[in-house]
């Protein structure tokens, strides 16, 4: 059996790339315009968002994992095309490539989905594959604790009831020349969630593996992993990351990559799974400050915020959404767990945008559990019509400064005001022509741009369940007196307070201030809070499931 290399695998402190941060919070600020600005430029509000948007680039989540395994005996490699069979030992000495040619000769150009049909294009991919009923290999994801390794790193934030199971997909070789363009993996099922690549050790140079744009994610050389430099002992390399990734495998310059390829689905283990007790702080403390903020939709609302990977859903009317709010991905789980630490209720959603009008102060979207006609007309007389009669509720987003249509006030369906806290996607799904995706085409699901919905209560309710007061809307003045600075408070309803105070000093003018939350020790106590709340959660799960 292959024994894990920890030093390898281990991705306990994750850290992205200076460069990845930046294109995240690029895409956060920057990357719709449908996410309006919401505040003034320069007021505390619009601070208080920016350091939120901040806070999720901060603390980023892994999309991506790899590792090393050293070789043994039981890793060999059994293969059979009508009379022709053969097998490879990876132990001991390098596989020879004679070896590796006769494996080719059983096996088939590989071809990949390029809209609603499969393609044979060796300019966009060159390379071999093998299906798995050719094939059988000793290597176990299970035993050999790969896949609880990427588990550990991919479900970082999900709950302990969510688990992943590993199907054997395909056996594919890359030889002197051989390349796969950008692409995304087939999505073939509802919980389909990631992918994991095993390079098996052959000698060979090039084949690296680049996830996301240009490898702005990352570059697996797994060239470079198959032998321990020292004792010269075959290792298996390894890689998993999100399957909705763009990840392509750059050419071959010398010898045979191999690979083995899993498909990941989420499903539910039979015990709850045992995973270290995960906090997030920064997140959650920059979320709990941005919705205390009074003039924070203070009648209640929708915050709203664009999920930053894909999920695969049915490209037909009809498809519920019930599957996506069991497992999400990365900061999309993060910011779900926690708005429900926060005792918000929050849920997954299609959205669907009108183009706003050219002088209005509001976008027009359109949200539902259920996915619709992609062929909606925009510009139909019905339209709202349409979507009243498929249930989908219609949104109206918060922009600064606000401004409104008054003869459409009349015309309108009841309305919901939300604010996007990161950029909603314009369209629900991707047009099939212009995606690429690895290995066979499939007509059942493709990938989709969903928006993650938190329903905000009225300021007044907003901290009930919490026990938490309302915080008060005070206005401080300050007034120079003879070198001392007179503080004086105001109520909502402009009547001085009883409380004034003389602060050594100098200054002059009167500035508006957000109320303190807690004072002093108050991020302790928000901490102590939120591991209790996690383990009230995870204990809550454990007990519906038993």
């Given at each position: 059996m292959a024994s894990q290399d920890s030093e390898d695998s281990s991705q306990e402190d994750y850290d992205a790339p200076e460069h990845v941060r930046q294109s995240i919070l690029d895409s956060i600020t920057h990357g719709s315009s449908t996410c309006c600005q919401a505040f003034e430029d320069g007021s505390q509000e619009q601070a208080t968002l920016e350091d939120l948007r901040q806070s999720i680039v901060d603390t980023i989540t892994p999309n991506y994992c790899h590792g090393g395994l050293l070789v043994d005996s039981s890793v060999s490699l059994f293969y059979k095309k009508g009379s022709s069979a053969g097998c490879l030992n990876f132990e001991g000495e390098p596989v020879k490539d004679e070896d590796i040619l006769k494996l080719i000769e059983v096996c088939e150009p590989a071809t990949f989905g390029r809209g609603n049909e499969d393609v044979l294009d060796e300019s966009y991919r060159k390379a071999w594959k093998l299906d798995v009923s050719q094939f059988a290999s000793q290597f176990d994801v299970v035993t050999s604790g790969v896949l609880d390794t990427v588990q550990e790193q991919l479900l970082l934030y999900e709950?302990?009831?969510?688990?992943?199971?590993?199907?054997?997909?395909?056996?594919?070789?890359?030889?002197?020349?051989?390349?796969?363009?950008?692409?995304?993996?087939?999505?073939?099922?509802?919980?389909?969630?990631?992918?994991?690549?095993?390079?098996?050790?052959?000698?060979?140079?090039?084949?690296?593996?680049?996830?996301?744009?240009?490898?702005?994610?990352?570059?697996?050389?797994?060239?470079?992993?198959?032998?321990?430099?020292?004792?010269?002992?075959?290792?298996?390399?390894?890689?998993?990351?999100?399957?909705d990734i763009d990840h392509e495998v750059l050419p071959v310059e010398a010898g045979y990559r191999i690979t083995l390829t899993y498909n990941l689905y989420i499903a539910s283990p039979a015990e709850p799974r045992s995973s270290p007790l995960r906090t997030f702080p920064e997140f959650t403390n920059a979320l709990e400050d941005f919705i205390k903020m009074p003039s924070l939709l203070?009648?209640?609302?929708?915050?709203?915020?664009?999920?930053?990977?894909?999920?695969?859903?049915?490209?037909?009317?009809?498809?519920?959404?019930?599957?996506?709010?069991?497992?999400?991905?990365?900061?999309?789980?993060?910011?779900?767990?926690?708005?429900?630490?926060?005792?918000?209720?929050?849920?997954?959603?299609?959205?669907?945008?009108?183009?706003?009008?050219?002088?209005?102060?509001?976008?027009?979207?359109?949200?539902?559990?259920?996915?619709?006609?992609?062929?909606?007309?925009?510009?139909?007389?019905?339209?709202?019509?349409?979507?009243?009669?498929?249930?989908?509720?219609?949104?109206?987003?918060?922009?600064?400064?606000?401004?409104?249509?008054?003869?459409?006030?009349?015309?309108?369906?009841?309305?919901?005001?939300?604010?996007?806290?990161?950029?909603?996607?314009?369209?629900?799904?991707?047009?099939?022509?212009?995606?690429?995706?690895?290995?066979?085409?499939?007509?059942?699901?493709?990938?989709?741009?969903?928006?993650?919905?938190a329903k905000l209560p009225p300021l007044k309710d907003r901290f009930k369940e919490s026990g938490e007061e309302e915080p008060p809307l005070e206005i401080v003045t300050e007034e120079e007196d003879g070198g001392k600075t007179l503080k004086r408070k105001l109520t909502e309803s402009g009547v001085d307070s009883d409380e004034d105070q003389l602060e050594e000093g100098s200054g002059s003018g009167s500035k508006a201030q957000l109320p303190s939350e807690g004072g002093k020790g108050s991020d302790g106590a928000r901490e102590h809070k939120q591991a209790r709340i996690c383990e009230e959660e995870d204990g809550s799960e454990d007990e519906k499931h038993k």
């Open positions: 709950s302990s009831t969510k688990t992943l199971e590993a199907y054997l997909y395909k056996l594919n070789i890359y030889g002197p020349g051989s390349f796969f363009k950008p692409h995304v993996d087939t999505p073939r099922e509802a919980e389909m969630f990631a992918t994991l690549v095993i390079v098996l050790p052959t000698v060979h140079t090039g084949g690296n593996l680049l996830l996301g744009e240009n490898g702005s994610i990352a570059d697996f050389n797994s060239a470079e992993q198959m032998y321990e430099e020292e004792t010269e002992t075959p290792r298996i390399a390894w890689a998993a990351f999100y399957s203070p009648d209640g609302g929708l915050l709203g915020f664009g999920l930053m990977y894909k999920y695969p859903i049915e490209p037909h009317t009809g498809t519920k959404l019930t599957t996506f709010a069991g497992a999400l991905k990365g900061n999309d789980a993060l910011i779900r767990k926690a708005c429900k630490m926060l005792g918000l209720e929050v849920t997954v959603k299609v959205l669907y945008t009108q183009s706003p009008r050219w002088d209005s102060g509001y976008q027009d979207h359109w949200i539902s559990d259920v996915v619709q006609d992609e062929n909606f007309g925009w510009e139909e007389d019905g339209l709202r019509k349409r979507f009243r009669e498929a249930d989908m509720e219609r949104m109206i987003t918060v922009t600064a400064p606000p401004q409104k249509y008054p003869e459409e006030e009349s015309q309108v369906s009841p309305t919901v005001q939300a604010l996007w806290v990161t950029p909603p996607a314009r369209m629900v799904k991707h047009q099939l022509e212009l995606q690429a995706y690895g290995n066979e085409h499939s007509i059942t699901y493709m990938y989709g741009d969903l928006v993650l919905i």
